[in-house]
Nanobody, 132 residues
């Protein structure tokens, strides 16, 4: 089992910045990758960013490339999502997720990390609201 707790969400003005954190506990040694997803009212949960622990490669949705940066601190079992140049369209509940089924020696495409069905554990979410 892996437990995930997100924090850092709040109301922010358009153009502003915010940093989300996700702290993992439990069987974190089994985690292959971590992801951030978001869900706006009436919409499906969508991929935002992911990081593969082995090698540290990151993946981003086109809508956030150049504005969001995901990073991780393996020693603290924590991942971060730095969000800059925020837009009202970024308003959503942001969820952290853990993939424990991936293998460190195997190659996976970006599409694999963007698929929410490939994640085994989810946090409770943190609300980000961007005002215009």
């Amino acid at each position: 089992q892996v437990q995930l707790v997100e924090s850092g969400g709040r109301l922010v003005q358009g153009g502003g910045s915010l940093r989300l954190s996700c702290a993992a506990s439990g069987r974190t040694f089994s985690t292959h990758a971590m992801g951030w997803f978001r869900q706006a009212p009436g919409k499906e949960r969508e991929f935002v960013a992911a990081i593969r622990w082995s090698g540290g490669r990151t993946y981003y949705a086109e809508s956030v490339k150049g504005r969001f940066t995901m990073s991780g601190d393996n020693a603290k079992n924590t991942v971060y999502l730095q969000m800059n140049s925020l837009k009202p369209g970024d308003t959503a509940v942001y969820y952290c997720a853990a993939n424990t089924r991936g293998l460190s020696y195997r190659y996976y495409s970006g599409d694999y990390y963007a698929d929410k069905n490939n994640y085994d554990y989810w946090g409770q979410g943190t609300q980000v609201t961007v005002s215009s």
